[in-house]
């Protein structure tokens, strides 16, 4: 079984201060690890991906994510807000068995204030 | 490269009446989903297709929805009847592979009346 906690549903920052996007799993097996980002009446694009490999990955758009197993944790961070950054984020966890299932957190949305 | 096509974007229908959502994925991608997102939560797996068979089903209402994927290209989600709390966006996606990427497409807003 697998999960992924979200545990902000709102985050506000004013742009150029940094952005914190927490999330946390819980995976019965060895996990893949992804953030999406959804604008307004658009489909669901990928930010970043972890699959084993480097602990800490970039992504578009200047986030970047840490993947850190002692914590179950993969916070979504980027140095400086942008308004073009305002939109909902989702957390997911696909379990590495035969279905690719992914598991979506239940979302963050960022608010960018000028 | 097209990204994944779903048509129609909008959909309103009342209550009991049937509607159906088509999914064109990307060209070459053999598996395929759909996901329901209601309102204020993360989208939620409804069926995977591999080519032409079913993958995963396990989390469809199947009294009143059903998908196909009759040629292993394009798919189609029906719901037969609808009710109030189907109210949602229905999100198609593909990968390549079981192990890759997914791909969403814009998906279709669904209000049920």
């Known amino acids: ?114 | 490269e097209a990204g994944v096509a779903q048509s129609p974007r909008y959909k309103i229908i009342e209550k009991r009446q049937s509607v159906a959502f088509w999914c064109n994925p990307i060209s070459g991608h053999a598996t395929l989903y759909w996901y329901q997102q209601i309102l204020g939560q993360g989208p939620k797996l409804l069926i995977q297709f591999q080519n032409n068979g079913v993958v995963d089903d396990s989390q469809l209402p199947k009294d009143r929805f059903s998908a196909e994927r009759l040629k292993g290209v394009d798919s189609t989600l029906k719901i037969q009847p609808a009710k109030l709390e189907d109210s949602a966006v229905y999100l198609c996606a593909s990968t390549k592979g079981g192990g890759d990427t997914q791909y969403f497409g814009p998906g279709t807003r669904l209000t049920v009346l």
């Open chain 1, 1 to 114: 079984a697998q999960s992924v906690t979200q545990l902000d549903s709102h985050v506000s920052v004013s742009e150029g201060t940094p952005v914190l996007l927490r999330c946390n799993y819980s995976s019965s097996y060895s996990p893949s690890l992804f953030w999406y980002v959804q604008h307004p009446n658009k489909g669901l694009q990928l930010l970043l991906k972890y699959t084993s490999a480097a602990t800490l990955v970039k992504g578009i758009n200047g986030f970047e994510a840490e993947f850190k197993k002692s914590e179950t944790s993969f916070h979504l961070t980027k140095p400086s807000a942008h308004m073009s950054d305002a939109a909902e984020y989702f957390c997911v966890v696909r379990g590495n068995n035969a279905g690719n299932m992914l598991t979506f957190g239940g979302g963050t949305r960022l608010m960018v204030k000028p």
